[in-house]
C-alpha cells in the first residue's frame, strides 16, 4: 500500500506563511490523487478544508490556498492566526476506485 | 440541515464484533457516498472504506478487508459499518463522513473500546 508521508510538525509566527506538503511513496502527487486537506483540533471531528487539490468550502477561511507543488500536494496558510494552530491531515486517493490513504499528519503551532 | 449522526459509545470485548450506525438526514440519502475513518487515541486518521448508498457498492482498505462490512439501509437513510474480530488496537473513534461534495459534512464519532 502506499505510504502518505507529511512533516511532523512545522511551527509558524502569528501573520507569517507556511507550507505543508504531502508526498505519496508511489511518485508524483498529481489532481489524479484528488488531494484533501483536514484541519483537526483537540476533541473535535476533522474539519474538510481543501478538497480536490484547492477548492475551498464555504467555511474555508481565505488565508488556507491548496495547490501542487514540486511533487507534491501543499497546502499554504498566509497570514497564520492563532485559531490555525492545529493538527492537519491530507488524503490521496488511489487507482481507479476511491481507496484512500491519510498521510501521519502535521502539528502546527502558531507562537 | 445536512447532518450525519452517530451513536456515542460502544464497549466490547476483544474477539466480538461491532456494527456502528450513520444516520443522514437533510438530503437525498442515496446520492453521496458514506466513507468511514477512524482515529485511535492520540494517533492520526485512519480511511477504512466507502459505500455507495444508492446501489451498495463498497470499497475496503486493504488492511481491514475480511474483518470489515458495510451496508446501508435506504428506507432509514443510515448506512453501517460492522467490524469483527476486535482486538485492542481497535479502540479508536469512528467517523462517517459524506463525500461527493468534498466530505463537506462528518459524524460527531461513535467511541469505540475494546476492553476485556
Known amino acids: 500500500q502506499a505510504v502518505v508521508t507529511q512533516e511532523p510538525s512545522l511551527t509558524v509566527s502569528p501573520g507569517g506563511t507556511v507550507t505543508l506538503t504531502c508526498g505519496s511513496s508511489?511518485?508524483?502527487?498529481?489532481?489524479?490523487?484528488?488531494p484533501y486537506w483536514f484541519q483537526q483540533k483537540p476533541g473535535q471531528a476533522p474539519t474538510t478544508l481543501i478538497y480536490?487539490?484547492?477548492n475551498k468550502h464555504s467555511w474555508t477561511p481565505a488565508r488556507f490556498s491548496g495547490s501542487l507543488l514540486g511533487g507534491k500536494a501543499a497546502l499554504t496558510l498566509s497570514g497564520a492566526q492563532p485559531e490555525d494552530e492545529a493538527d492537519y491531515y491530507c488524503?490521496?486517493?488511489?487507482?481507479?476506485?476511491?481507496?484512500?490513504?491519510f498521510g501521519g499528519g502535521t502539528k502546527l503551532t502558531v507562537l | 440541515q445536512v447532518q450525519l449522526v452517530q451513536p456515542g459509545a460502544e464497549v466490547r470485548k476483544p474477539g466480538a464484533s461491532v456494527k456502528l450506525s450513520c444516520k443522514a438526514s437533510?438530503?437525498?440519502?442515496?446520492?453521496?457516498?458514506i466513507h468511514w475513518v477512524r482515529q485511535a487515541p492520540g494517533q492520526g486518521l485512519e480511511w477504512m472504506g466507502r459505500?455507495?448508498?444508492?446501489?451498495?457498492?463498497?470499497i475496503y482498505a486493504q488492511k481491514f478487508q475480511g474483518r470489515v462490512t458495510m451496508t446501508r439501509d435506504t428506507s432509514a437513510s443510515t448506512v453501517y459499518m460492522e467490524l469483527s474480530s476486535l482486538k485492542s488496537e481497535d479502540t479508536a473513534v469512528y467517523y462517517c463522513?459524506?463525500?461527493?461534495?468534498?466530505?463537506?459534512?462528518w459524524g460527531q464519532g461513535t467511541t469505540v473500546t475494546v476492553s476485556s
Open positions: 463522513t459524506r463525500a461527493g461534495n468534498g466530505m463537506d459534512v
Open positions: 437533510g438530503y437525498t440519502f442515496t446520492r453521496y457516498y
Open positions: 459505500i455507495n448508498p444508492s446501489g451498495g457498492s463498497t
Open positions: 508511489t511518485g508524483a502527487v498529481t489532481s489524479g490523487h484528488y
Open positions: 480536490d487539490t484547492s
Open positions: 488524503l490521496l486517493s488511489y487507482s481507479g476506485a476511491w481507496g484512500g490513504v
